[in-house]
């Protein structure tokens, strides 16, 4: 390009192409929104901060065509506004008009024209943006002149404009400088984030290009079987970072050029890019250079460029013996088929081979099937079986059955006019290579990839035995049309789809049919063309068939989701819409998830949300559709909400403001889909603070009071997930979302809302202030109602909300009222381990209450909650030992009551070997009540608890510190046990629990040093280790247990320091 406009941003930061009519157009890339952004704030905020430069008349006014409607001009101000043109009150100096738009020509003369004409735009600001410099693509010349446009070869540094400028110095040429230096900041500004945007792609690399271009060097020659005559680099020159391509072009990411001689078409010249692979110009006549402007789409690498211009690449590619890449050590065998599947250095896996003996197996196979198939021709196969299995698989196996069908459609399918050149309705054993391809490329990321999700949620389709029952005619209707949706033109094409519409696709036979006639692939193919009711017709169908499972996984195997993806960038709404929906059907397993997201979907579906009438109650045709694009856009943003990376990728690409904006608004057929999405990322701190800050809260406690229980079981889940912080917790109390709550506490019907609203619940009364009004609006005594035949998913929510409400003393003495210890008491011979945690806490609270003990002491309670000391799972053994604390404190007899369970105390003390911090403070808390009967403290002295104390004396954890002492002070009442203690080495560390912040630490390490200073060796080693001082600062303490023990530990330590004073003496 000779003018380099926006200093050379313009021409070379962004990301053109070149559509049929010639003339040139911004991609829709990330890269170029990006820098379309970075260039409207600049725009926007020029006036502001450039008051003086903001009213310089351009030299020559931006034009461009807008779509704006003209009443969007009623918004602002200055503007009069007539039937077909719309002028600004504001003029130039000579009475010209500043900004104009007459038939939907913008002329714009100054840049505070220009930054109000931007705000007034609002969501569409960055389409006109995109317009604008498209249509003036040297906006500079036209700003401040052809003087300060740079030819090509000619100066144009900062000297020489400086140079220009004090050779002739006026105002005018003094604003232009000012105004240019602007623009050049701007520009370096672009070409940062562009360069930086190329830095963190991680795409193609040189290495894995070089690699590429070697391997298809060893197959390539002179001979009939060759993939290619030659293949050649334009240049030998290897710069430091791998590249060949010259600097001044590295910056567009470009990497190298190749010239490629396939068997069957003329030379190509491609260049390789980080991007991908694309058709250059080719040397320019006369020039040792190369056009290097794009001339086709970009391909993600040789191979895939390759296929789609060269059959005979094709046809010897499938010939090679030799796999083109090594197998993987791990690879994921099929029935009959073996795939070589592995990446080399970051490149994508696009190449795929079979062994000469697997080759025989399947044309073995396939003839055993034609022989089959002569006799009983057109017999569908009925198992689902190979449903989720690739295209390339049912490539081989099923080739001669759709033998007959492809040959009819192949002439009819050729009349749609396709984007990818070449690719064909009917062309299998591309489309078998492009599915294999896609299988593969993405097995390496799932070994990486953290997530959310469990297994339990990932689907596992349910395969289906083969049936022998006769079909029903839908099933043969079905087949019969598949023929004209084959072969027809594309009139006839979409009579076909209409009539397919009038079946009840969510029939299994019919799903069957779809699959079985090949009418699957053809519906994913119609996506790729340019026939707007063809896509429309197959995307109607294909959101029908995709409820069910296998269907998911069969689109997505085929590549649908990838075009469907694509299919949101089209101006089409009611397109847009079906899209969308359907991809919010396809994308309920992982992989599906994953392909939306590596191929732009995330972003492209928060951009659906962008809607001008959110929040309107009366809505126009037009917004109805955008608000009917919104939707389709949310639910499939919560279909694909549930992995870690795609919730960072929705919170990127702006989702949350936008979320926010819908959830004020009061239809609750796109209320659901947003709160639902909002319900699944709330697991994110990021998402929980959002939440909080942008007053999402109030309008999710608002929408519990409506009638729509989905949505009511949405918001609970979300106040659910969201109420782990104290903030939340406020937030939902303050907003009157406890009354909300409780009064849905009613619903017994609706399990799934019960388990939403009684979850929130639970997280609610973490705080003690909302215990309090769940008091006034008697939530104990429901919960306790609901402690009998309820899921188990209800049960671990209620009782985790008791255990929570018991704290307070009033509501344990509830709770027994009610009759609620009896059902809690029954529940510890569960298995489910979330169940058992609550269950023992909640237990562990009632047992305060010597009234409460009496019946858990009578229902054989506590026995139950020390054999769950055994239970494997460390918080359900933590919070067992913890709630065994007040059992033994409340008993009437404890110490007998502990000596009658068989075994009980040895698993006690061989649970001090635990590796679990809270297990082993909560034993540590048990050994302290246990040993308060000197005959069980006598027992577990002999179990050697002694020394298995002493070791945890090293611990930084304060919990552990304070019931670790405690129980030492309680220890040392029997025998030898202080001189163990000594021996043991636990004195010297329990000194330097006199240092911790936490006062409760300093009383029990206080009455443990008291203990322990009882022997003459342990005074020695608490002196050595600057006990007293410690000490001496406690005995001031308000706290008079401490006060006692630090002032009996220093009177002790004194009496032996006078003890040897006067034996040494006499």
Known sequence: MLVETMGVALSKAFQWTTVDSGTDTLEVTPLNENLLKQIIKFAVDFSSKHPQEAVFVFREPLEWETRLDYSIFEQGEGYEIRETTVQSEAKGEDGELLHSVMASTVRVYNFDQLSRFLQIAMENKLKEAQTCL???????????????????????????????????????????????????????QLLHSSLKHISEDNRLNPDAINNEVNLLRKISGKGEDTVLESLDYTSDYVFSNGCRAPPWRQVHGEICYLVIKPHDTDPLYITCSAEGVFLNGGQLKGKNCIDYERKSDICEDIVTFLRERSPRFVENMAKQECNFFKEPTSEKT?????????????????????????????????????????????????????????????YFSDKAAKKDIEEEGRSGAECLKTKKTGSGISSELVKMQTALKR???????????????????????????????????????????????????????????????????????????????????????????????????????????????????????LGGLEIMVKILDSPDKDLKSLAAETIANVARFKQARRTVRQHGGIKRLVGLLECSS?????????????????????????????????????????????????????????????????????????????????????????????????????????????????????????????????ILLGNTENKQLLAAVTGAIWKCAISGENVSKFREYKVIEALVGLLTNQPEEVLVNVIGALGECCQEPVNRATIRKCDGIPPLVNLLTGTNQALLVNVTKAIGACAKEPENMMIIDH??????????????????????????????????DAGEMVRSFVGGLELVVHLLKSNNKEVLANVCAAITSIAKDEENLAV??????????????????????????????????????????????????????????????????????????????????????????????????????????????????????????KAKYG
């Open 134 to 188: 498209e249509a003036n693509r040297e906006p500079i010349v036209k700003i401040l002149g052809p003087e300060y446009g740079t030819v090509e070869g000619q100066e144009m540094s900062m000297l020489y404009l400086l140079d220009k400028l004090e050779n002739d110095i006026n105002p005018e040429r003094e604003m232009k400088m000012k105004i240019f230096l602007l623009l050049r900041q701007l520009d370096l």
């Open 334 to 394: 099929y029935k009959h088929m073996e795939v070589a599947d592995a990446k080399v250095s970051g490149q994508s896996k696009s190449l795929c081979d079979f062994t000469e003996e697997n080759v025989h197996e399947k044309v073995k196979s396939s003839a055993a099937r034609r022989r089959s198939i002569d006799k009983k021709k057109l017999e569908p196969t009925i198992s689902w079986k190979n449903t989720t299995l690739s295209a390339s698989h049912r």
């Open 439 to 557: 299988k593969t490329s993405v097995r390496f990321e799932e070994v990486s990839e953290t997530s959310s999700e469990t297994e339990e949620d990932e689907e596992q389709p349910v395969y289906r035995p083969e049936r022998n029952t006769d079909l029903p005619s839908e099933y043969w209707g079905i087949q019969k049309l598949a023929r004209f949706l084959k072969g027809g033109n594309p009139t006839a094409t979409v009579l076909a789809l209409c009539f397919m519409r009038h079946f009840n696709l969510a029939q299994e036979h019919c799903q069957l049919a779809i699959r079985d006639s090949g009418c699957l692939e053809v519906l994913i193919n119609l996506l790729d063309t340019e026939e707007i009711k063809c896509q429309i017709g197959s995307l109607k169908i294909l959101k029908e068939i995709s409820q069910n499972t296998l269907m998911r996984h069969a689109i997505a195997d």
């Open 614 to 742: 959110v929040g309107s109650t009366s809505l126009k045709p037009y917004q109805a559709k955008d608000t009917e694009i919104a939707r389709c856009g949310a639910l499939a943003l919560w279909s694909c909400s549930k992995g870690i990376k795609n919730k960072e990728a929705i919170r990127k690409a702006g989702g949350i403001p936008l979320l926010a904006r819908w959830l004020k608004c009061s239809h609750a057929n796109i209320l659901t889909p947003v709160v639902g999405t909002l319900q699944e990322c709330a697991s994110e701190p990021s998402y929980r603070l959002a939440m909080r800050t942008e007053g999402m809260i109030e309008n999710l406690v608002k929408n519990l009071s409506g009638e729509n229980e989905e949505l009511q079981m949405l918001c609970a889940g979300a106040i659910f997930k969201c109420a782990e912080d104290k903030e939340t917790r406020d937030l939902v109390r303050q907003h009157g979302g406890l009354q909300p709550l409780s």
């Open 859 to 892: 229902l054989d309670g506590v026995r139950l909650l020390w054999s769950l000391l055994k239970n494997p799972n460390p918080d359900v053994q933590a919070n067992a030992a913890w709630a065994i604390c007040p059992c033994i404190e409340n008993a009437k």
């Open 940 to 1061: 577990i002295t002999e179990l050697g608890v002694v020394p298995l104390l002493s070791k945890l004396a090293n611990t930084s954890n304060n919990k552990l510190k304070r019931h670790l002492a405690e129980a030492i002070a309680q220890c040392c009442t029997w025998g030898r046990n202080r001189v163990t203690f000594g021996e043991t080495k636990a004195v010297a560390p329990l000194v330097r629990y006199l240092k911790s912040n936490d006062p409760s630490v300093h009383r029990a390490t206080a009455q443990a040093l008291y203990q322990l200073s009882e022997d003459p060796n342990n005074c020695i080693t608490m002196h050595e280790n600057g006990a007293v001082k410690l000490l001496l600062a406690m005995v001031g303490s308000t706290d008079e247990t401490l006060q006692e023990a630090a002032a009996g530990c220093i009177a002790n330590i004194r009496r032996l320091a006078l003890a040897i004073e």
